[in-house]
């Protein structure tokens, strides 16, 4: 009988990102329910696909998660399950896949050019797919660099890698803007053609709904499964483990003093890095955007944390609050007033709109 357990650990994966894995046993639903989630570089959740181990004790962590999550998975749904009495014995996973794949829902078998058919249709969707992932990731990184590298009254930018001719850009804002539109463009295609996919997908029995009605592949189902009786103890050992692994091999030493970068050291100190480590870890992004291990923080004077509050509050939001009747002053007073009310941390910290205040270098530090 499993009582419930909580615990987390954090670990810098292969690349150097920074993530947070909580996980959980709980008996919300009647049953041990094992449960992981974690945070890293922005994202949040079911991100383990996103984590590159840097050792087996990370791989094996990542391996439970996938396996356990909601308990797991039966190996196919009522239909995939019926369909797999009839492949010859003894079970094979690889066979049966192939053997799914040669029916369609219904049970009917697919003649051999049907199902070539079908499966070139999915090849060349998964091909578009991976086009415009790429074509995604390359979007983000030429985001980053151009932000990052803007000059004040305007530039061109040449964006070879994206197969379009240099446009000007007057402010970063603009730039930033006109980045987010091409990454929304690219989405609405991405998801076109998963759309695409799955129904070329549907075409055969190796896939199925379950019943939240999300389409898998047999073998990846959300069905129930017993955990086994020392999971919570190997996942114990694990995040020991870990922790271990994590401080052994934290960069350690140096001095603030040598530490010339005021708003490095703040963040550090902030962080309970070690000097060596905010100096090796902390990266200047740009305009006043410091990242460490993946996660972004504001680190600003006060003037500067101004400055972005009245520029993200602007002309915009300060016209909706007139138009709903929420207030009657004039721009800047209206602009004064939110940040005297709510402080930097709620206009500008969408992530627990929260502030630190650093005595000693006057900067403040928030999640981006």
């Given amino acids: 009988m499993y009582k419930e357990q909580k615990t987390n650990v954090k670990f810098k994966d292969g690349k150097n990102i920074l993530y947070n894995v909580e996980i959980k046993i709980t008996h919300r639903n009647g049953y041990p329910e094992f449960s992981m989630s974690g945070e890293g570089q922005g994202s949040m959740g079911q991100c383990y696909d996103d984590i590159k181990p840097k050792n087996p004790k990370q791989k094996r962590l990542i391996e439970i998660w996938k396996t356990y999550h909601l308990n797991g998975t039966k190996a196919g749904n009522e239909a995939q399950t019926k369909k797999l009495e009839e492949m010859p014995k003894p079970y094979d996973y690889d066979k049966a896949l192939k053997f799914l794949n040669g029916f369609k829902q219904n049970g009917e078998p697919i003649s051999a050019i049907e199902l070539q058919e079908i499966e070139e249709k999915r ?38 890698d994206l197969e379009m001719e240099k446009k000007f850009f007057n402010t970063r804002l603009k730039l930033k803007y006109f980045f987010e539109r091409l990454e929304k463009k690219e989405n ?10 799955e ?62 970068e005021y708003k490095k050291v703040a963040l550090g100190k902030y ?76 206009t500008l910290n969408h992530y627990d709109g929260t502030e630190h205040f650093d005595e000693e270098n006057q900067v403040y530090i928030m999640r981006v």
């Avoid at 983000?140 to 990052?148: F, G, H, P, V």
């Avoid at 609405?188 to 759309?195: P, R, T, V, Y």
């Avoid at 972005?308 to 016209?319: H, I, R, S, V």
């Fill in 199 to 260: 129904q070329e997908q549907e075409k055969t029995l190796l896939y199925g709904r379950g019943k939240d009605g999300i389409l898998y592949q047999y073998g990846a189902t959300w069905h129930r499964v017993d955990l086994p009786k020392n999971l919570w103890e190997e996942v114990e050992q694990l995040v020991k483990d870990i922790r271990e692994i994590e401080e052994k091999s934290r960069v350690k030493g140096g001095s603030w003093e040598e530490l010339h």
């Fill in 123 to 160: 090849k060349m969707l998964e091909y578009n797919i991976d086009k415009v992932k790429t074509k995604l990731e390359t979007i983000k990184d030429l985001k980053t660099e151009k932000l990052k590298n803007f000059q004040m009254g305007g530039m061109y930018i040449v964006l070879k």
């Fill in 271 to 346: 962080l309970d890095l070690e000097p060596k480590e905010a100096e090796e870890d902390i990266t200047e992004e740009y305009d006043g955007v410091y990242s460490y291990c993946g996660v972004e923080y504001y680190v600003l004077t006060e003037d500067e944390a101004q400055d972005k509050a009245e520029d993200y509050l602007g002309d915009e939001l300060w016209q909706m609050a007139v138009e709903s009747g929420n207030t009657k002053m004039g721009k800047q007073e209206w602009i004064e007033w939110v940040i005297s009310q709510d402080g930097y941390g709620q």
């Fill in 188 to 197: 609405i295609l991405l998801d076109k053609l998963k759309s695409e996919l």
